[in-house]
């Protein structure tokens, strides 16, 4: 059974940082694209960040450019968000997602095959 679970979420003030993990278990996500995506209390799923199968390429969005950083640990099929200096805007449920197969990332939710439960990250201000 394949499975994504995410942990590290919690509450923290602006300006604080977080780190979030997504351990992979089921299949080898190593051959597959990564990415987080989050979703605000009455707001649509969005794209967060994402890393290619190969070589570690990384993709962000506007919002989180230059705060956020994620990467990945293929060894333990574990993908990580480190989220620092965080905003108010940045709480939401975060969740990780796998593309079967893809090398490179996309930035819509329906190219990826596997999400986590989420974690719910909130930041006060």
């Known amino acids: 059974q394949v499975q994504l679970v995410e942990s590290g979420g919690g509450l923290v003030q602006a300006g604080d940082s977080l780190r979030l993990s997504c351990a992979a278990s089921g299949r080898t996500f190593s051959s597959d694209a990564m990415a987080w995506f989050r979703q605000a209390p009455g707001k649509e799923r969005e794209f967060v960040a994402g890393?290619?199968?190969?070589?570690?390429?990384?993709y962000y969005a506007d919002s989180v450019k230059g705060r956020f950083t994620i990467s990945r640990d293929n060894a333990k099929n574990t993908v990580y968000l480190q989220m620092n200096s965080l905003k108010p805007e940045d709480t939401a449920v975060y969740y990780c997602a796998a593309a079967r197969w893809a090398t490179m990332p996309g930035t819509r939710g329906s190219e990826y095959n596997y999400w986590g439960q989420g974690t719910q990250v909130t930041v006060s201000s």
């Open positions: 890393i290619s199968r190969n070589f570690g390429s990384t």
